[in-house]
């Protein structure tokens, strides 16, 4: 038995932050392309996202 399961879990797949930004990058653009990009771009694209819409963040 694995001493700590949560790493194996995080190395499974792709992170949270990876899977937001390529959720929001595909309802934006409708683009594999675009989706893979902000994919490898992870969290700073889903703070991006949310700082700059309206509502967001910034309020």
Known sequence: MSAAP????AKAGIG???AMAVAI???L??????ALV????GWFY???YALTRPGGLSG
């Open 6 to 9: 949560h790493r194996d879990a």
């Open 16 to 18: 949270l932050g990876s």
């Open 25 to 27: 990058s595909w309802s």
């Open 29 to 34: 653009h409708k683009s594999i392309v675009w």
């Open 38 to 41: 902000h994919g490898v771009f």
């Open 46 to 48: 889903v703070i991006y």
